[in-house]
């Protein structure tokens, strides 16, 4: 009985990390190290599909799903440079999932936060912010867990026609009321470069990673539920004027543990406004 017990445990909380993992992570997914120009806004849509067939186990081996998991993300970002080298964001996502039996839509969780650089042309820059669980987590429409703030040092290296971007981080939640579920701590590393083959013009491939460490059920530690993901993404963006860009990219998982086996598109629009 007790096994029994510890395995619907286990399959709980398995559930409740692939329904929010993805090939996709709304703070940092296609962040720079670049701030905004004092009295400078920018917005920027973002239309993600992803699709998986099957998932990695806690052994990294894939297994089918019994029906594809499907989920559109429509990410707004809005982003203000209040002084100089300093602006503060916000990111409000529109989600639709479906598992082959139930689809659920709404808005997901609201990522709050600032970015301030440190050194000269983007060579350094750190990122705050605040996870606000506006999701419903029991729909998957959230991140796991509830309250959270991430942490993140951003780099961004110009050599000619090739562009450098990195990041590394880290993120912690609190248990979400209605699940009770908190996920273990976060990290991350996420590393892309890009080509210019014109001034409006490039080409970029880039890597993902996440790990995150075994979590907890009603308080109590939950082993094997510890999850990562390995993604990559390639694509171009293409720029209209000084303000206004488009970028479209093929993201898929490369390997992971307890996570969905994603494939997709992501498409985003940028425009940038001097007030």
């Known amino acids: 009985m007790k096994r029994f017990f510890a395995l619907t445990v286990v399959v709980i909380c398995l559930m409740l990390i692939s329904a929010s993992s993805m090939a996709y992570d709304g703070l940092v997914t296609d962040d720079k190290a670049v701030i905004r120009a004092e009295g400078y806004v920018s917005a920027r849509a973002t239309f993600v599909y992803l699709n998986a067939s099957d998932v990695y186990d806690i052994d990294g081996k894939k297994q089918s799903l019994d029906n594809d998991a499907t989920q559109y993300r429509i990410p707004i970002v809005g982003r203000y440079g209040i002084i100089q080298d300093l602006e503060v964001f916000a ?57 959270g703030v991430d942490f993140g040092v951003l ?78 993404n390639v694509g171009a963006r293409y720029r209209f004027t000084e303000s206004k860009a488009v970028r479209a990219d093929l993201i898929s998982s490369l390997t992971g543990t307890n996570t969905n086996v994603n494939m997709g598109v992501m498409i985003s629009f940028v425009s940038i406004f001097d007030f």
């Open 155 to 232: 780099s961004q290296k110009i050599l000619g026609k090739v562009m450098l971007d990195g990041q590394v981080g880290v993120r912690w939640n609190g248990e979400d009321s209605d699940t009770k579920w908190t996920p273990g701590p976060g990290i991350y590393v996420d590393g892309e470069a890009a080509y210019n083959f014109t001034e409006v013009f490039r080409a970029q491939v880039g890597l993902e990673y996440f790990n995150f460490g075994d979590g907890e059920l009603n308080g109590k530690s939950a082993s094997d539920t510890m999850s990562d993901w390995l993604d990559i």
């Open 91 to 147: 990111i409000v996502p529109f989600v639709s999932t479906d598992d082959g039996n139930t689809t659920e839509a709404g808005i997901g969780d609201v990522w709050l936060g600032a970015k301030y650089s440190v050194l000269s042309e983007n060579l350094l820059t750190l990122r705050a912010a605040l996870d606000v669980p506006a999701g419903d987590d029991k729909k998957g429409l959230g991140n796991p867990g509830g309250f």
